[in-house]
C-alpha cells in the first residue's frame, strides 16, 4: 500500500558530511590496536574451516525469508540451543556494546594492504579460504546521523550479535549472534576487498569461476560495496587494477580480456553496453544452456575485448550510466535492478620465443614489432601441440549488485520493480537453502534455478563450479533489525553451499586468445615472406605498383599490431594509471637496415599514428568474436578481402568528403537565390500595398474635393430655389398665374396655389418615377464592388434620399462623370446604392445625409 507522503523516512544519504566524518572517526577508533599473532591465526583458521555450525542451524529450517520482508518472529531459542553456548568473549559486550566500540580493525585480519587504498601495486598474501564453502562477510554500514545502532560486533571474533537499543535491549540469545568469516564496520573498501574479492580475482585469474556478490536490504551499502566512489573506490574497480597487476607479474602467460554489463530488471535481462541505446530500448539478452553443470551462455550479450584500465573504466562508466536507479524511500539512488558486471579471461602459457620477441631480431636482421619468427614449441607439451593448438585457461568472474530487498514504497513503478526484486531474491535465497540442504544431508533435491533469471544465470556458480563470495550489508539502525536479521539469516544458509570449483584449461582453438595468435602468425608470415622477395619485385615493379605494395604491406603491419595489442602480457600491459596511451614497447630501431626495410618501418609507423583507437579495437573484436562474422583467419583471401574493404572505405570516405565540401559550397549558393527570391517576393507585396495606399489616397483627396464642390453647389441651388419659391408664391398672389394659363392653347382653370400646386403634383410624378428606378437598379447590383474603400451610409438616408430631389439632378449632365466613387452596398442590407448608381439612379443626397462613417472597412 502506498505510504503517504508524512510518514514517507527520509533516504540514507551518508555521504553527507556529517556522516562521512562519524564513519572516519569510527575507523579512526577502531584501527588503534596493532595487529596480533593470535589474531591473525585466529582470522587464518576461520578461513580453513568452514563453519559447520551454520549448515547445521539450516537443516530443519522454513523457507527463507527476504531480507527486507518483515520476519514473521524473532530468531528463537531452539535454534539459538542448536548453535551452542555463546563465546565468552561475548558475553561481557551484551547488551549495549557499540558497533564503533567493536569492530573489527582491518589490520587486525592480518592483511597486507601497502599501496592499495587506492589501488596501487598489490603485492599482500591472499589469505587462506576455504574453498569448498562460499567466502561469507558482513559489511556493517555506519549508522545514520545519532539513530541508534542495534549491533554489537566483538573484535577479532568475526561475530555480530543483535544487542538492541538501550531503551528496547535485546535478549542475549545465540540465536542472536551471528559468526561468519569475516566482519567490516569501517568505512574504507581496501580491507573488505582484500578478504572478500581478492582471493576471488586471484583464482579467476588462474583459471577458475569465481562470483562476489553483494546481497542485503535496500540502503545498507550494496553499491558503495561494489562500486563505490572516486574517493573510495569499490569492489569492481579494485578487481579490475588487480587482474591488470596480475597480468604485469605473470610474464610467463599471455591473456585475453572481454567485459560484459547486463542487468536483469524486472525479469528480463538488458546489455548495458549495447550501443547508442538506452537501457530501455537495448535488446533482450536470452539465457541459454546452464543445465546438468553446463556453462550458462548469455545469446545477444555484448562482450568488449579491454587492453587496459582505462578501457574498463570506459566500460563500466557507461554500463553504469545505462543502469536504473530512482530515489526510493529508503535510498536517494537505489538500485532497481541486479547488475551483473562480468569478465572472461582467457589465458595460456607463452613460449620462449614469445615471452622475450621484443629481443628476438627475425631471420634477415631486421625487427618487426610484434614479430618473434617461429614458434618454438611452448606450453601444451608435445601432446597438445600435436592437435594442433595449446591449452587456453578460460575463467569467468560476475561481479555482482544485487538490488536491495524493500517493502512497498510510495510510488506505483517503485513497488512494481520491488516486487520483481524480492520475487528472485526469493528465489535465489531458496535455492541456496535447497543447495545447502542437499549438502548437509548428501541428498540431490531439485534446485529451482529457473525460477528467476538471477539463479537460472547464477546455476553454474551456485552449483559449485565457482569460487563464491557474498558480502552481506547491514544497516546497524533499530528501526531495520528484522531486514538486517533475515539478511544475516540468509548469510548464515549460504555458508552450508559447498562448492567445487574446477579449472578450465582445454585446448580449446574457438578461444579468442587462440584465434588471434593464428591470425597473427599467419599475417608475420605473409609479411617475412613479401619482405624475402622485396628486392626482386622491386626492381620488377613500377612506381605505381611500388607505392601499392608497401601499402600492402604497412596494412599487414598494422593489422599484426592491433591484433598483438589485443593480446595482454606482462610487458604490454602499463604500470598503471594512463597505461593506455603508452606505446606497448619502444621500437629500437635497427640502423643496419636497408633503405627499403627503413621506408616499410616508416611507414608503419605513420599507419600506426594513424590506427584505431582502443574503443575501436574492441568494436572490431567484439565482431571477430561472432562466429558468422569471423574470416578464417588463415585464409590469404579474406585478408586480400580485407584489404580491398578497407581501401574502399578509405575511397568512401574520400568521396563523402568531396561531396561535404561541395554541399557546403552548394547549400550556400542556394541560400542566397532562396533569399534572393524572398526578397522580390516581399517587394513586390510592398509594391502592391503602396500601390493601394496610393489609390486610397487619392480617392479620400477626390472625395474631398467633390464634397466641397457638391457644398458650394448645394449652397447655390438652395438659394436660387428659395428665389424661385418666393418668385413662384409672389406669381401666384397676383394671380398671374391664370394670365399664363389663358395664353396657353389648353384652358386651365384658375385654381388657388395653382402654380405651386402644379410644381407639387410634378415633382411627386418625377419621385415616383425615379424611386421605380432605383428599385430596378437595386436588382440589378448582384457584384460587390472592387473599391478599396467600403463605406457604410446612413440608412436613415435612404427615406431621405425619396424625400429630397438629388442635387445631382440638378447638376449639368456633364459634371456628373467627375463623381466616380463607389459604395459598399453590403451595409446597406440591400437597400443600400452604390454611390456611381446613386448618381444614375439621380438620388444624391446632400454630404450631411451621406453620413461616411467612422467605421470605413478598408481592407488591410
Ligand atoms: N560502508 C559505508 N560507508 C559509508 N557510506 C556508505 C556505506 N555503505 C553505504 N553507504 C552510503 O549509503 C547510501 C546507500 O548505499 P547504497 O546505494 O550502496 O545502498 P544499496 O544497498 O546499494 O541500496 P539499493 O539496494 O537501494 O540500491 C549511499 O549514499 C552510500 O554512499
Redesign the pocket.
Known amino acids: 500500500m502506498a505510504s503517504t507522503p508524512a510518514k514517507r523516512p527520509t533516504p ?4 553527507s558530511t556529517r ?2 566524518a562519524v ?1 572516519r572517526d569510527m575507523s579512526s577508533r577502531l584501527t588503534a590496536p596493532a595487529p596480533t599473532p593470535a589474531l591473525l591465526a585466529s582470522t587464518h583458521k576461520k578461513y580453513k574451516a568452514p563453519l559447520s555450525i551454520e549448515s547445521r542451524t539450516r537443516k530443519g529450517s522454513a523457507l527463507p525469508s527476504v531480507p527486507g520482508s518483515p520476519s514473521k518472529s524473532r530468531p528463537t531459542s531452539r535454534a539459538g540451543s542448536r548453535m551452542g553456548t555463546a563465546s565468552p568473549a561475548l558475553t561481557p559486550m551484551f547488551p549495549q556494546q557499540d558497533v564503533e566500540q567493536s569492530v573489527v580493525d582491518f589490520q587486525s585480519v592480518g592483511i597486507d594492504l601497502t599501496g592499495d587504498e587506492h589501488g596501487g601495486d598489490v603485492v599482500v598474501p591472499i589469505p587462506e579460504v576455504s574453498v569448498d564453502k562460499v567466502m561469507v562477510s558482513v ?1 556493517v ?2 549508522p545514520a546521523g545519532n539513530t541508534p545502532t542495534a549491533w554489537s560486533v566483538a573484535p577479532g571474533d568475526n561475530t555480530i550479535h543483535l544487542s538492541g537499543t538501550p531503551t528496547a535491549p535485546a535478549a542475549p540469545s545465540p540465536a542472536n549472534k551471528f559468526t561468519f568469516d569475516a566482519i567490516h564496520t569501517i ?1 574504507p573498501t581496501a580491507p573488505l576487498y582484500a578478504t572478500a574479492a581478492r582471493p576471488q580475482v586471484h583464482a579467476f585469474m588462474s583459471g577458475y569461476n569465481a562470483v562476489v556478490f553483494a546481497y ?1 536490504q ?8 561494489l562500486s563505490g566512489s572516486d574517493e573510495q573506490p569499490g569492489i569492481i574497480p579494485r578487481a579490475i587494477r588487480e587482474i591488470f597487476a596480475f597480468i604485469r607479474a605473470t610474464p610467463s602467460r599471455e591473456y585475453l580480456l572481454r567485459c560484459s554489463y547486463l542487468e536483469i530488471y524486472n525479469e528480463a535481462i538488458h546489455d548495458l553496453l549495447a550501443p547508442s541505446l538506452g537501457a530501455g530500448q537495448a535488446k533482450g539478452v536470452e539465457i541459454q544452456g546452464g543445465g546438468a553443470g553446463g556453462e550458462v551462455i548469455l545469446s545477444g550479450l555484448r562482450e568488449e575485448v579491454v587492453t587496459s584500465l582505462a578501457s574498463v573504466r570506459e566500460v563500466l562508466r557507461r554500463g553504469e550510466g545505462n543502469r536504473r536507479t530512482a530515489s ?1 524511500d ?6 532497481r535492478s541486479h547488475s551483473v558486471f562480468r569478465v572472461v579471461c582467457e589465458s595460456r602459457e607463452r613460449s620462449n620465443g614469445e615471452e622475450d620477441r621484443s629481443a628476438t631480431p627475425t631471420t634477415n636482421g631486421r625487427h618487426t614489432p610484434g614479430l618473434g619468427g617461429r614458434q618454438t614449441p611452448g606450453a601444451g607439451g608435445p601432446r597438445l601441440q600435436a592437435k594442433g593448438g595449446r591449452s587456453v585457461q578460460t575463467s569467468v568472474l560476475s561481479l555482482i ?1 544485487l ?2 530487498s524493500e517493502k512497498a514504497t510510495s510510488d506505483k513503478e517503485r513497488t512494481k520493480e520491488g516486487r520483481y526484486i524480492n520475487t528472485s531474491l526469493l528465489t535465489l535465497g531458496t535455492v541456496i537453502s535447497t543447495l545447502a540442504e542437499n549438502a548437509a544431508k548428501g541428498k540431490s533435491d531439485h534446485v529451482p534455478y529457473r525460477n528467476s533469471k538471477l539463479t537460472r544465470m547464477l546455476q553454474p556458480s551456485l552449483s559449485g563450479n565457482a569460487r563464491v563470495s557474498v558480502v552481506c ?1 547491514i544497516n546497524p539502525d533499530a528501526s531495520a533489525v528484522s531486514e538486517s536479521m533475515s539478511t544475516l539469516q540468509f548469510a548464515r544458509r549460504i555458508k552450508g553451499v559447498q562448492l567445487n570449483a574446477q579449472k578450465k584449461e582445454i585446448v580449446d582453438t574457438d578461444a579468442l586468445i587462440e584465434r588471434y595468435r593464428k591470425e597473427i602468425e599467419d599475417l608475420k608470415r605473409r609479411l617475412e615472406e613479401r619482405e624475402q622477395e622485396a628486392p626482386v619485385r622491386k626492381r620488377r615493379l613500377s612506381a605505381r605498383e611500388q607505392i601499392d605494395e608497401s601499402k600492402a604491406m604497412g596494412d599487414l603491419n598494422s593489422r599484426i599490431k592491433q591484433l598483438t595489442k589485443l593480446i595482454l602480457t606482462s610487458q604490454s600491459v602499463g604500470s598503471g594509471e594512463g597505461d593506455e596511451d603508452r606505446p606497448a614497447s619502444p621500437v629500437k630501431i635497427d640502423f643496419d637496415m636497408s633503405p627499403y626495410q627503413l621506408q616499410q618501418e616508416l611507414l608503419t609507423a605513420k599507419l600506426q599514428l594513424e590506427s584505431q583507437s582502443n574503443q575501436i579495437l574492441s568494436l572490431e573484436a567484439t565482431l571477430l568474436a561472432q562466429p558468422e562474422a569471423v574470416a578464417s583467419p588463415s585464409s590469404g583471401e579474406d585478408v586480400e578481402k580485407d584489404r580491398v574493404i578497407a581501401e574502399q572505405g578509405r575511397v568512401i570516405r574520400e568521396l563523402e568528403g568531396v561531396v561535404r565540401a561541395y554541399e557546403a559550397d552548394n547549400a550556400s549558393a542556394n541560400a542566397q537565390a532562396i533569399r534572393e527570391e524572398v526578397e522580390r517576393e516581399w517587394q513586390a507585396k510592398l509594391d502592391a500595398e503602396r500601390r493601394v495606399v496610393a489609390e486610397k489616397e487619392a480617392w479620400a483627396g477626390e472625395l474631398v474635393r467633390q464634397l466641397e464642390k457638391e457644398k458650394k453647389m448645394r449652397l447655390q441651388l438652395e438659394e436660387e430655389r428659395r428665389a424661385l419659391a418666393a418668385f413662384v408664391s409672389k406669381f401666384d398672389s397676383l394671380g398671374l398665374g391664370l394670365l399664363s394659363a389663358a395664353s396657353s392653347p389648353v384652358k386651365v382653370m384658375p385654381s388657388p396655389g395653382g402654380a405651386s400646386a402644379t410644381f407639387n403634383t410634378r415633382r411627386e410624378a418625377r419621385q415616383q418615377q425615379q424611386q421605380m428606378t432605383m428599385q430596378n437598379t437595386s436588382e440589378t447590383v448582384t457584384s460587390r464592388d472592387s473599391s478599396p474603400i467600403r463605406m457604410s451610409l446612413d440608412l436613415s438616408m435612404t427615406g431621405k434620399l425619396g424625400a429630397h430631389p438629388s442635387l445631382l439632378e440638378q447638376m449639368p449632365e456633364e459634371e456628373w462623370a467627375e463623381v466616380s466613387f463607389d459604395a459598399d452596398l453590403g451595409g446597406w442590407g440591400g437597400q443600400g446604392k452604390n454611390l456611381g448608381q446613386v448618381a444614375s439612379g439621380k438620388s444624391m443626397g446632400s454630404p450631411s445625409v451621406f453620413g461616411l462613417s467612422s467605421k470605413e472597412n478598408v481592407p488591410a
Open positions: 540514507f544519504t551518508p555521504r556522516s562521512t564513519a559489511r554500514r555506519p568505512q542485503g535496500t540502503a545498507s551499502g550494496k553499491t558503495y560495496t526510493t529508503w535510498n536517494e539512488r537505489s538500485s549488485d538490488a536491495g550489508t
